[in-house]
């Protein structure tokens, strides 16, 4: 079972930057998928960005809304978002999710696909 602890949330004004990271307790090999989530109240769950992780291939995904402000990376046991430019539309509770064993490329949108999340860090941008 693969744990994953998020960090780095907080509050910060519209312009501003935070970098989020996803610490998780074992090594992901290959066919596996790392994303940040982000639910805002009353708001449906919705992937921000995901990565997808196979022998050198890492084929990346960003919600429209944000491709050019933030950037998913993984560096050996820790995923990182960095946002730039954030609004205030970006304020919500950020949760790591991943998935592993999979084929094709891509990472799934739903976030029932998804086998293991953190418990979420809270980002809060203001006008």
Known sequence: QVQLVESG????QAGGSLRLSCGFSNVISSGDCMAWFRQ???????RVASIYSD?????TYYHD??????TISR???TLYLQMSSLKPE????????AVFGRSGGWCPADPPKYT???????????S
């Open 55 to 59: 022998s050198g291939i890492g084929n």
């Open 90 to 97: 970006d304020s919500a509770m950020y949760y790591c999710a």
């Open 9 to 12: 949330g907080g509050s910060v």
């Open 75 to 77: 560096a050996f046991n």
């Open 65 to 70: 809304s944000v491709k050019g402000r933030f």
């Open 40 to 46: 805002a109240p009353g708001k449906e769950r919705e």
């Open 116 to 126: 293991a999340w953190g418990q979420g860090t809270q980002v809060t941008v203001s």
